[in-house]
C-alpha cells in the first residue's frame, strides 16, 4: 500500500547531540511537511516542501533544518537538541498543496526523547 | 492573529452521541477538516467541508457554518475505539493549514 514512512519510531538522543530523522514516501506527493506536536497541543508546521522548494516558518529555530534529496525522501535535522526539542515529529504529504481540499497524509511520527 | 478554538476534553459514554465543536478566526477560509488522533499515533484524515452544512459519513459528520465561523463533529453510536484526540484544522487564504489544539475524548463503558 502507498504510504509515508517514519523511521525510527523512538528515537532518544543526548543533549546537544545531533540527530536525524527520516522519513519516506511512496505516494509520489509534491509537498512534504514537517510538524513538531507535544504533548496536548495542536501540531506545529516547521517547514515544507513544494517539490524541491523549501519553505521555512518564520518561528522555526536555526538549529532544525531540512533536506529533501528526491520526491520521496525527506529529513530533518536537530543539530543541537535541547529539553525542549522533545515532542513528536510528524512527517506528512499533500498530492499538490495549492488547492483548498488537500487533505494530509501522515507518518506514524517519531517521538523524540532528549536525556 | 488566527486562532482555532475546541473543547480541551469531553467525556462520553459508550452507544451515546457526542457532539464536538470548533470555533475559528483565520485569515480567509479555503476549508475545514476533522482529523482523527490516538495517543501516541499520527492524525488520521476523518472528514473536510467547504460550504456550509452537514456532510455524513458512516457513524461520524461535520457541519460547517462559515458566517458563524463554527463547525461540529458529530459522533454517534459511540465504541469504545473512538476514545482519541480529534483536531480541527481551517485552510486559511493562503492555503496554510491553521491547527487547533484537539479535543481529548473520553469513552466510558
Known amino acids: 500500500d502507498a504510504m509515508v514512512i517514519q523511521n525510527p519510531r523512538y528515537q532518544v538522543t543526548q543533549f546537544g547531540k545531533p540527530v536525524t530523522l527520516s522519513c519516506s514516501q511512496t505516494l509520489n506527493h509534491n509537498v512534504m511537511y514537517w510538524y513538531q506536536q507535544k504533548s496536548s497541543q495542536a501540531p506545529k508546521l516547521l517547514f515544507h516542501y513544494y517539490d524541491k522548494d523549501f519553505n521555512n516558518e518564520a518561528d522555526t529555530p536555526d538549529n532544525f533544518q531540512s533536506r529533501r534529496p528526491n520526491t520521496s525522501f525527506c529529513f530533518l535535522d536537530i543539530r543541537s537538541p535541547g529539553l525542549g526539542d522533545a515532542a513528536m515529529y510528524l512527517c506528512?504529504?499533500?498530492?499538490?498543496?495549492?488547492?483548498?481540499?488537500?487533505?494530509?497524509?501522515f507518518g506514524s511520527g517519531t517521538q523524540l526523547s532528549v536525556l | 492573529g488566527q486562532n482555532i478554538d475546541q473543547p480541551t476534553e469531553m467525556t462520553a459514554t459508550e452507544g451515546a452521541i457526542v457532539q464536538i465543536n470548533c470555533t475559528y478566526q483565520t485569515s480567509g477560509f479555503n476549508g475545514l477538516f476533522w482529523y482523527q488522533q490516538h495517543a501516541g499515533e499520527a492524525p488520521t484524515f476523518l472528514s473536510y467541508?467547504?460550504l456550509d452544512g452537514l456532510e455524513e459519513k458512516g457513524r461520524f459528520s461535520s457541519f460547517l457554518s462559515r458566517s458563524k465561523g463554527y463547525s461540529y463533529l458529530l459522533l454517534k453510536e459511540l465504541q469504545m475505539k473512538d476514545s482519541a484526540s480529534y483536531l480541527c484544522a481551517v485552510m486559511d487564504s493562503n492555503y496554510q493549514l491553521i491547527w487547533g489544539a484537539g479535543t481529548k475524548l473520553i469513552i466510558k463503558p
Open positions: 506528512a504529504t499533500s498530492r499538490d498543496g495549492q488547492g483548498g481540499y488537500e487533505k494530509l497524509f
Open positions: 467541508n467547504v
